[in-house]
């Protein structure tokens, strides 16, 4: 069975490093580099250098989720916990 994860060689601050994602964690990611007319290079720096803990995967996967959030419409979160039960 095939991997889910990708992993690619990307330099951040000149210095090469390898990351592994999922495909559409990637493919989210270059679009919203190309919206913010970054390079990949540049939008992953930006993420590491902002990362608190955890490792560079994770905190990417963590900034895709927000930027898709982000362009979402508010959603109550209170009203679905009442109604689940």
Same mark, same amino acid.
């Given at each position: @069975?095939?991997?889910?994860?990708?992993?690619?060689?990307?330099?951040?601050?000149?210095?090469?490093?390898?990351?592994?994602?999922?495909? %559409?964690?990637?493919?989210?990611?270059?679009?919203?580099?190309?919206?913010?007319?970054?390079?990949?290079?540049? @939008?992953?720096?930006?993420?590491?250098?902002?990362?608190?803990?955890?490792?560079?995967?994770?905190?990417?996967?963590?900034?895709?989720?927000?930027?898709?959030?982000?362009? @979402? %419409?508010?959603?109550?979160?209170?009203?679905?916990?009442?109604?689940?039960?």
């Amino acid at each position: @069975m095939k991997s889910l994860v990708v992993k690619r060689s990307i330099v951040i601050g000149g210095h090469k490093t390898s990351v592994s994602l999922e495909e %559409p964690f990637w493919l989210s990611l270059k679009e919203i580099a190309h919206g913010q007319h970054l390079t990949l290079s540049t @939008m992953v720096g930006d993420i590491d250098t902002k990362r608190q803990q955890g490792n560079l995967s994770s905190a990417i996967r963590l900034f895709v989720l927000d930027s898709v959030r982000a362009r @979402m %419409p508010a959603v109550s979160h209170n009203s679905d916990t009442r109604n689940a039960a």
